[in-house]
């Protein structure tokens, strides 16, 4: 069968993976047949994934874990700096935002469709913020990533 090898090459891979459709699954087991190089390739990529899916990644020295820890930058003390940041800043910002609601609704002289969009625009970004924050906190307890270690 007349195929060039380099391409041959790319659908071995696939063959090895699972991920050909039926038609291309025969190609290459006739191209196999044929061609000594593609076989030769193939032996080669199948050993070489054997070779690589028995490496155990669990088992790592105290030297690889301590080089591995001085690039992590999330640590408990980056999370309360985080902390003590945020939450005063939540409640500036939103003391802020009700006294500027509170001194719009109180004046007589502003205008009735301030008086109802100013409130309408801070709830609204408030109740955003509230919604996406409790979609996060769902979405982390099914997060199929969370318990992969760098």
Not at 1 to 22: A, V
Request: with cysteine; glycine share 8%; charged share 25%.
């Amino acid at each position: 069968m007349k195929h060039d090898c380099q391409e041959t090459e790319l659908l071995i891979s696939g063959y090895l993976d699972g991920e050909l459709t039926q038609s291309d699954r025969q190609r290459v087991d006739l191209i196999l047949e044929d061609c000594i190089q593609c076989t030769e390739t193939h032996q080669e990529m199948k050993k070489f994934r054997k070779g690589v899916g028995d490496i155990p990644f669990d088992i790592l020295t105290k030297k690889e874990k301590t080089a591995m820890n001085k690039y992590v930058t999330t640590n408990t003390w980056a999370n309360v700096g985080q902390l003590m940041f945020i939450v005063p800043l939540i409640l500036l910002y939103g003391t802020g935002a009700f006294l500027m609601v509170a001194s719009v609704i109180k004046d007589p002289e502003t205008p009735l469709w301030l008086k109802i969009g100013l409130p309408s625009i801070i709830g609204g970004l408030g109740l955003m913020v509230f919604t996406v924050v409790l979609q996060r906190i769902k979405a982390h307890k099914t997060d199929k990533y969370k318990d992969v270690h760098i």
